[in-house]
Structures are given as C-alpha cells and as structure tokens.
T-cell receptor
C-alpha cells in the first residue's frame, strides 16, 4: 500500500489567495483526520471524518477553513482567503476502526502564505 | 487549555544511555495513550501504546509507563541510538476513541 498521499508537498502563496490541500487515505480506512502543526501549538486536530461524514470540526480555526470528503478515497482542506498566520505544516491521517486509534499519517503539506 | 502536556521541548542523551520522555494529561476520561515518532519532512508514525488497565507496556527498546493517579506517563528508550533522534508526540484518547489529542512534542537528540 502506498500509505496516505498528500498533495502538494509544498505550497507558497500570497495572502488572500485560495489554497486547496488534498489527501488520499489508505484504502479500507474509514476515518480521516486533518491536523495542523505549528511551533506554538504542536499538532492540532482540525477536523475528522468517519465514513465520509464530518464528525467533529471544532478545531477548524474559522470560517476561512473548510473541508470535504466527497468519497472514501479523497478529501480536501481549503483555506479561503489565506493569511500569513495560516503558514504551517498540514497533515492528513487515516485509520481503521479495527486499528484502535493507530493513525497513519501522510508526509504533510508545508504551506507558506506570504 | 492543553489536555496533553509535554513540558520538555527538547532532550539530549548520549548514545547507549536511557532516554526518558515525559507526558502529563489533565482529562481524567483519557484511558488510552499512544506515542508517535516524527522525523523531519515526514508524518508522525505510531510507536507504542498503553491502555489504562496496564501500568507498563514494552516493545523492544521502548517501554511506556503509566501512572494513572498522577496522570503521568513516560516513554523509556534503552539503549538510545542516533536513529532515535526525532520528535516524540504523546497522545491520549477517551471513549468512544474516535480521535486522539496530541501533546506539543519533545525533540530528542541522541549524541553519538
């Protein structure tokens, strides 16, 4: 299995632009998580899906952030408009209900908003 | 308010010695704990876990100890190797175990 796939690996954009991060979970996993890692706050859970349905989005910072999971093999995290304080590494992770919380992380997307 | 705390941002240890990484939690509902390891430019990977029905779990050079009354757990690495140099995240989960809460991480450097 290729593991969790994220694209792009790096994104540099200007303030005010729309940014879309993409994730392909491991096949057969039914939970998908989006995290943000910063020096100040460590790994923060933004939102997670179970069977393609958003379960908890309480970690989403504000309305500029949105996430979708149109099917079991694809999810997006969108920031519109982006701001410099959104600069961070964004991770996607997936897990199986049989794996008891063991989450498999993608390599992350490093976002820089100028 | 951070529910999972790792008060040491960094730790340096000589190769061959023991590394002890500490973690404290505040939510008494947490009863399943995990450690993840992260190398630069990679995502975190699962290392070891422990359920609150145990106070120790061992996997090779890695042992996790849990002190429920103190709401404290620690990860011991013996002997430490240079390849163990990474950021270690402590994480905790509560029923229905649908998500985990991560601590801020501790950066371990093992010096040859």
């Amino acid at each position: 299995d290729a593991g969790v796939i994220q694209s792009p690996r790096h994104e540099v954009t200007e303030m005010g632009q729309e940014v879309t991060l993409r994730c392909k979970p491991i096949s057969g996993h039914n939970s998908l998580f989006w995290y943000r890692q910063t020096m100040m706050r460590g790994l923060e859970l933004l939102i997670y899906f179970n069977n393609n349905v958003p379960i908890d989005d309480s970690g989403m910072p504000e309305d500029r952030f949105s996430a979708k999971m149109p099917n079991a093999s694809f999810s997006t995290l969108k920031i519109q408009p982006s701001e410099p304080r959104d600069s961070a590494v964004y991770f996607c992770a997936s897990s199986s209900n049989r794996a008891y919380n063991e989450q498999f992380f993608g390599p992350g997307t490093r976002l820089t908003v100028l | 308010d951070q529910q999972v705390k790792q008060n040491s941002p960094s730790l340096s240890v000589q190769e061959g010695r023991i590394s002890i990484l500490n973690c404290d939690y505040t939510n008494s509902m947490f009863d399943y704990f995990l450690w993840y390891k992260k190398y630069p430019a990679e995502g975190p990977t699962f290392l070891i876990s422990i359920s609150s029905i145990k106070d120790k779990n061992e996997d090779g050079r890695f042992t996790v100890f849990l002190n429920k009354s103190a709401k404290h757990l620690s990860l011991h690495i013996v002997p430490s190797q240079p390849g163990d140099s990474a950021v270690y995240f402590c994480a905790a989960s509560a029923p229905p175990y649908d998500k985990v809460i991560f601590g801020p991480g501790t950066s371990l450097s093992v010096i040859p």
